[in-house]
């Protein structure tokens, strides 16, 4: 629990340029144990027409339950964001072409 008086901590963070680049994910899987969450970020190639979908993993992440908590927390708020700007985007007023009629 935060205590009232206690200091805001800021973090500093260094990475590599390799890892500021990052990785593309375009399927993930979670799972969990008693102690700990996993998330297995990979690629897949979708377009395939097998049975079996072939792909790569490119990163696993453990977390403990309570970083997976405030993961999940941090994705709502950042999704809500996201979605609340592109929702008005896509108002008429605001270029978007909700509601407009084609000309031809």
């Known amino acids: 629990m935060d205590e009232p008086n206690q200091p805001?901590?800021?973090?500093?963070?260094?990475y590599t340029p390799e890892v500021m680049a990052g990785h593309y994910s375009n399927f993930a899987n979670v799972s969990h144990s008693d102690y700990e969450f996993t998330i297995t970020f990979a690629r897949v190639d979708h377009e395939a027409e097998?049975?079996?979908v072939a792909g790569v993993v490119v990163t696993r992440v453990n977390l403990s339950p309570k970083l997976m908590r405030e993961l999940i927390d941090?994705?709502?708020?950042?999704?809500?964001?996201w979605s609340t700007r592109e929702n008005i985007k896509n108002l008429p007023e605001f270029g978007g072409d909700v509601g407009q009629e084609s000309d031809s």
């Open 50 to 52: 097998d049975a079996e």
């Open 74 to 81: 941090a994705m709502q708020d950042n999704y809500s964001k």
């Open 8 to 14: 805001q901590r800021q973090f500093n963070i260094h």
